[in-house]
């Protein structure tokens, strides 16, 4: 168990539809990243927060947003669905931002499973 | 154009013999290496780093070998048990970040 919650562990909907998937992250850890795994596809970074606020970001589309609360727990909203993003969709944290010297490792929530149909 | 390659999809080992898998990077920025494993219906798991001051790091049976200039780095795990049948994913970050980017995975399976 990474100490990383992600729910919900399941989600069918249909295309044209928003979805929100919730992350906890670890206690302690400040940062949270997004990633998403589509069918034998590898992880692909979407987007990080720091501390509430928006670090980096990856190959995050513009129907997909996400926000990290004063308790640190993030939400990853994902809206005008496609069947497409029908994917895994993997939440992380760390304890800091990154930068020099951080030799910070990233720990996994279970993920959350996306259908669209 | 993927900056972290794993060439192989899949390999296959005999148990307690070595298992090696191999990663491939494009871009020199990248100093700070990680493996991950990941089994079916969950969520990746970390096993080891390395960091690009060195070339080699070890731990229990997984050793990590970082060749810088090659940009190359391998995951040695010696000796192979089934437990270790897995998906197993290289990841890089550069200097500055902690945007990790992962490889494609490797499917190890480990034969009794």
């Known amino acids: 168990d990474s100490g990383v919650t992600q729910t919900p562990k399941h989600l069918i909907t249909a295309t044209g539809q928003r979805v929100t998937l919730r992350c906890s992250p670890r206690?302690?850890?400040?940062?949270v990243y997004w990633y998403q795994q589509s069918l034998d596809q590898g992880l692909q970074f979407l987007i990080q927060y720091y501390n509430g606020e928006e670090r980096a970001k990856g190959n995050i589309l513009e129907r997909f947003s996400a926000q990290q609360f004063p308790d640190l727990h993030s939400e990853l909203n994902l809206s005008s669905l496609e069947l497409g993003d029908s994917a895994l969709y993997f939440c992380a944290s760390s304890p800091t931002s990154g930068g020099p010297l951080s030799t910070d490792t990233q720990y996994f929530g279970p993920g959350t499973r996306l259908t669209v149909l | 154009d993927q900056q972290v390659k794993q060439n192989s999809p899949s390999l296959s080992v005999q148990e307690g013999r070595i298992s090696i898998l191999n990663c491939d990077y494009t871009n020199s920025m990248f100093d700070y290496f990680l493996w991950y494993k990941k089994y079916p219906a969950e969520g990746p798991t970390f096993l080891i780093s390395i960091s690009s001051i060195k070339d080699k790091n070890e731990d229990g049976r997984f050793t990590v070998f970082l060749n810088k200039s090659a940009k190359h780095l391998s995951l040695h795990i010696v000796p192979s048990q089934p437990g270790d049948s897995a998906v197993y994913f290289c990841a890089a970050s550069a200097y500055y970040g902690q945007n990790f980017v992962f490889g494609p995975g490797t499917r190890l399976s480990v034969l009794p």
């Open positions: 206690s302690g850890d400040l940062s």
